[in-house]
């Protein structure tokens, strides 16, 4: 009965917990190693940036259609009451998705990360291999990565500019100014 808690909205606070836990673990794939089949370390390759990105467009879009919210009230300084209905959240969470989506659907087509084992130069005293080191790679996924990153950083850089021109509305029902802390 908090009216911060209310105001913040509780499905705006799940979505964010759960996209920052989802995100979170994407983590979890990239610590595997052999002796896991290589078809399962393939599939944890990919996996850790599709968790993250899923984690990260979950977070984001609630944080995005609340500030989205917050920037009518600056634009219609008369309005008394800022609510962020389920299908401003939803359909925030659409958008965003679709574009990562997109991405994520090509790279995982057309260069899907893979588990490698890379030898390092330490050998033993009859030329043996004594050293390597696996990671999940493909020489081709560098578009993929910077496009994927382009885009957040462009919504993340709009919303940023929302957040700042809205700054000025009340504090009781926005949590822009403590986000950009």
Same mark, same amino acid.
């Given at each position: ?9 509780? $499905?705006? @606070? !799940?979505?964010?917990?759960? #996209? ?17 089949? !290589?078809?399962?370390?393939? !599939? ?5 940036? &599709? @968790?993250?990105?899923? #984690? ?21 300084? /008369? $309005? ?10 939803? #359909?925030?969470?659409?958008? $965003? ?9 090509? &790279? ?11 030898? @390092? ?16 790679? /493909? ?22 500019? &929302? ?17 950009? !802390?």
């Amino acid at each position: 009965n908090n009216p911060v808690i209310r105001s913040s909205q509780p $499905l705006f @606070l !799940i979505m964010l917990v759960l #996209g920052s836990l989802i995100m979170a673990s994407s983590i979890f794939p990239l610590s595997l190693e052999e002796p896991i089949s !290589i078809s399962i370390l393939d !599939i944890a390759c990919m996996s850790a940036p &599709w @968790l993250y990105t899923s #984690g990260a467009i979950i977070a984001f879009s609630s944080l995005f259609a609340k500030t989205r919210g917050v920037r009518r009230a600056y634009i219609d300084p /008369n $309005l008394k009451f800022i609510h962020v209905s389920m299908i401003d959240i939803f #359909g925030t969470f659409f958008v $965003l998705s679709l574009f990562n989506l997109i991405v994520m659907l090509t &790279w995982q087509i057309v260069a899907p990360l893979k588990w490698r084992r890379f030898p @390092l130069n330490a050998k033993d005293k009859f030329d043996r291999i004594v050293e390597s080191y696996g990671t999940c790679s /493909n020489e081709n996924a560098l578009p993929f990565v910077v496009s994927i990153i382009s885009i957040n950083m462009c919504i993340l850089i709009f919303a940023n500019w &929302w957040a700042y021109q809205s700054r000025n509305v009340e504090t009781e029902y926005h949590e822009s100014r403590y986000i950009g !802390i």
